[in-house]
């Protein structure tokens, strides 16, 4: 079963930048899907950005789009997430997860589509 460990969450000041990153252990599984996704306190968990492996297109909701970039590194086995312009609506905890399959729906900022999950970094935006 793949391991998902993410680091790089930390405290920020308004504006600034930090970059997640997500390590798999298991660089054999081959997935449909591998994300990011946030849940801040009293809120649903909710994608951030993806990326549907089987053409490389990456996706971002409204909220993030313009300010965070989806990235792997498939020699290390790496998903990256850049976050620039951050906003202290951007705190929560944020998770690392992988789809082996995506659903009928195929939308891989749904957290259901995924069925592996790291154990999460937490981010806060504060002045």
């Known amino acids: 079963q793949v391991q998902l460990v993410e680091s790089g969450g930390g405290l920020v000041q308004p504006g600034g930048s930090l970059r997640l990153s997500c390590a798999a252990s298991d660089s054999s599984l081959d997935f449909e899907a591998i994300g990011w996704l946030r849940q801040a306190p009293g809120k649903e968990r909710e994608g951030v950005s993806c990326?549907?492996?089987?053409?490389?297109?990456?996706y971002y909701p409204d909220s993030v789009k313009g300010r965070f970039t989806i990235s792997k590194d498939d020699a290390t086995h790496t998903v990256y997430l850049q976050m620039n312009s951050l906003k202290p609506e951007d705190t929560a905890v944020y998770y690392c997860?992988?789809?082996?399959?995506?659903?009928?729906?195929?939308?891989?900022?749904?957290?259901?589509?995924?069925?592996?999950w790291g154990q999460g970094t937490q981010v806060t935006v504060s002045s």
């Open positions: 997860a992988t789809a082996a399959v995506l659903s009928y729906y195929n939308d891989c900022l749904a957290p259901y589509e995924y069925d592996h």
């Open positions: 990326i549907d492996t089987s053409d490389g297109s990456t």
